[in-house]
Structures are given as C-alpha cells and as structure tokens.
T-cell receptor, first 107, second 113 residues
Framework: GQQVQQSPASLVLQEGENAELQCNFS?????MQWFYQRPGGSLVSLFY???GTKHSGRLTSTTVIKERRSSLHISSSQTTDSGTYLCAWSNYNVLYFGSGTKLTVEP | DPKIIQKPKYLVAVTGSEKILICEQYLGHNAMYWYRQSAKKPLEFMFSYSYQKLMDNQTASSRFQPQSSKKNHLDLQITALKPDDSATYFCASRHGGENSDYTFGSGTRLLVI
C-alpha cells in the first residue's frame, strides 16, 4: 500500500532557529497538502502544494512531484510553532497521511 | 466561525453501545470524508462521499455507517462499540472532482470503556 514517510519524527529548536521538514511518498500520486496539528488535535491546512514552491509568512513549501517529495521550511521559529506537522498525499479521492514531525520550539 | 462543525467534541461510550458523530460543513463543498486518528497512528481514511453518494470505503467493519441526510451533512454511525474504536474522528470536505485542498473539522474524540 501507499506509504508516506516524514522526517525527522521529532525536532527540538531554540526560538529563532530554522527547520526543514521532509515528506516522501512511495508511489506516484497527484497532489499533496501540509497540515499543522495543534496540541489539542485540530488540523490547520498550511499549504496545498501539488508542485513548485509556495510561501506563507515564515513558511515555505516545495514539492517535486516527479521525485515524490515535499519539504516544509520554517524560518525564525517561534514557541507558538510547536505542534505536529503532517504531510498528506492525494490520489484524487483519498489523502494518505504521514506520521508527522513533532516540533518543539523552546524559548 | 468554524466552517466544518463536528459534534460532540468529546464522547465517552460504553462497550456495545451505539453512537452517532455529527458533521456539517458550510463551505459549499460537494465531497465529504471521514478520517480516524488512533493513538500513535497516522490519520487514516475511512469514507468518501460525493453529492451524498458513497465513493470509497476503506473501513473493514460494517459497524461504521456514514449517513448523509443533506448535502452538507455526513454523519457517522458506529454500532456495537469496542474499546479499539477509541480514537479521534475527523470530518473533512473539499470541492470534489478536481485537485483541491481539504478542510478538516476539529474532530470528535471518542473513548469507549
């Protein structure tokens, strides 16, 4: 079956440091999406990014779909960035999620 | 205002009982979904509906039955509850039939005792 691999599984940063999160998929799919899962569990969509690079504030997502990979870059991290970052790949009708990267940003 | 409403936020149920999880979306989307997140597992797809019709079902058990009474509703009925059903259940929606992003509700956290 499809597998979505995220790395690292966890990451601890000091406030102000940058982070690079990786997401790889084992078979070809057609689009992907990054989510932030709050400590309370709710999901927030960060990027819908089937290909190319997108920016939103301190976040940048780059997807190379032919290589089945996507990355999420967080610059100048803040304590409020702490939480779990999930990537998910789509085959038109189903999202397949990775296990997430748990980010902790310390003051 | 939340665009996808899930009720209740928390639910405790007794083994063997039946519960209904409610989902309503106010985004005008025609495709709706249910996902489940069990402890220490990735979110996993359960069902997809488009225009109130079942499109895909990757839930092995018939104890899980989606119900769509209106085009912006997709409830999830769970019968004969088991402790293994304990999880957070997320409803999602999007414009179906095209590449578009998913919006998720805040989830219903179910504990079966």
């Amino acid at each position: 079956g499809q597998q979505v691999q995220q790395s690292p599984a966890s990451l601890v940063l000091q406030e102000g440091e940058n982070a690079e999160l990786q997401c790889n998929f084992s078979t070809s799919l057609n689009s992907m999406q990054w989510f932030y899962q709050r400590p309370g569990g709710s999901l927030v969509s960060l990027f819908y990014n089937p290909s190319g690079t997108k920016h939103s504030g301190r976040l940048t997502s780059t997807t190379v779909i032919k290589e089945r990979r996507s990355s999420l870059h967080i610059s100048s991290s803040q304590t409020t960035d702490s939480g779990t970052y999930l990537c998910a790949w789509s085959n038109y009708n189903v999202l397949y999620f990775g296990s997430g990267t748990k980010l902790t940003v310390e003051p | 205002d939340p665009k996808i409403i899930q009720k209740p936020k928390y639910l405790v149920a007794v083994t063997g009982s039946e519960k209904i999880l409610i989902c309503e979306q106010y985004l005008g989307h025609n495709a709706m979904y249910w996902y489940r997140q069990s402890a220490k597992k990735p979110l996993e797809f359960m069902f997809s509906y488009s225009y109130q019709k079942l499109m895909d079902n990757q839930t092995a058990s018939s104890r899980f039955q989606p119900q769509s009474s209106k085009k912006n509703h997709l409830d999830l009925q769970i019968t004969a509850l088991k402790p293994d059903d304990s999880a957070t259940y997320f409803c999602a929606s999007r414009h179906g039939g095209e590449n578009s992003d998913y919006t998720f509700g805040s989830g219903t956290r179910l504990l079966v005792i």
